[in-house]
């Protein structure tokens, strides 16, 4: 996530919902899965997760009989009662109003049938699909939808920009009102146009760090810290604790 900072105050702020775009994401917003690896996805926090098909995209266009979809979550916890967990009786799974401690391994397992012609002899067969979910302040493809929001990151960087404006403004008339009308006892002030500046800085909120080798899809995003690390302060690294054993720790125990 990028910032302006004016002075030694880090600015930022979050923005719109948006997910990772790979072949896997379908026009109807739905995430397939893979068998040969996780699929990686990157939700906006505190916003529902894109709709994830308990099935891969070739599969999706054949018939297949009697299907069966059995969902567990992180931790091996069973999906089925959780109020933030929707699961539909054709596999489709979103989870809503995401937060950190959601974040992890989602992994869904199908059954289905196949009957021999011949001989009419039935065969179920298993698949199952892995689905790696973080929760990700600036989630990819934010800007799709983010309209004229005044929480994204280009509003928020106007706004700033209009407040260094404002504050030249002010000493530039400070200066002019100090040399002209106060009583000339006071020391003068003395503004050199355009030489308040402003400058970029790069952070990620408390919890969340970024990581090129984890999420090399993704690497300039601000993702949650991974069990085993944490992150304290307004830093771009989640740190190393073993003693760490959620998402998005902000302190090492």
């Known amino acids: 996530m990028r910032a302006w900072a004016l002075f030694s105050a880090v600015l930022w702020s979050l923005v719109g919902v948006g997910t990772q775009r790979s072949s896997l994401f379908s026009k109807k917003g739905f995430v397939y899965g893979t068998i040969e690896q996780p699929v990686k996805i990157y ?3 505190h916003h529902n997760s894109p709709v994830l098909i308990c099935m891969d995209i070739n599969r999706a266009n ?10 567990i979550g ?3 916890n069973t999906l089925q009662g959780n109020r933030q ?4 009786n054709t596999g489709k799974l979103v989870v ?4 950190e401690s959601l974040s992890g391994l989602y992994t869904c397992t199908l059954s289905y049938k196949t009957i021999k012609a011949e001989t009419q002899e039935e065969t179920i067969i298993k698949k199952r699909y892995d689905f790696m979910i973080f929760v990700n302040p600036f989630a990819p493809g934010w800007k799709s939808v983010c309209n004229n929001s005044s929480d994204c990151e280009d509003a928020t960087n106007r706004n700033i920009l209009k407040a260094r404006d404002r ?3 002010f000493f530039r008339s400070q200066a002019y009102i100090l040399h002209h009308h106060v009583n000339k006892s006071i020391p003068a002030m003395h503004f050199v146009d355009h030489s308040f500046q402003v400058v970029r800085v790069d952070n990620c909120r408390p919890g969340f760090g970024k ?8 690497a300039s995003c601000c993702v949650v810290c991974s069990p085993g690390t944490f992150s304290p302060d307004a830093d771009v690294t989640c740190q190393i604790c073993v003693s760490v054993h959620t998402y998005g720790a902000k302190s090492c125990p």
């Open 211 to 218: 990581n090129e080798g984890l999420h090399t899809n993704c």
């Open 43 to 45: 939700v906006k926090l």
């Open 85 to 88: 967990i929707n699961i539909t």
């Open 62 to 71: 054949k018939e297949i009989v009697d299907p069966a979809y059995l969902w």
């Open 96 to 99: 809503k109003d995401f937060i």
């Open 167 to 169: 504050i030249e403004e």
């Open 74 to 76: 992180p931790n091996e």
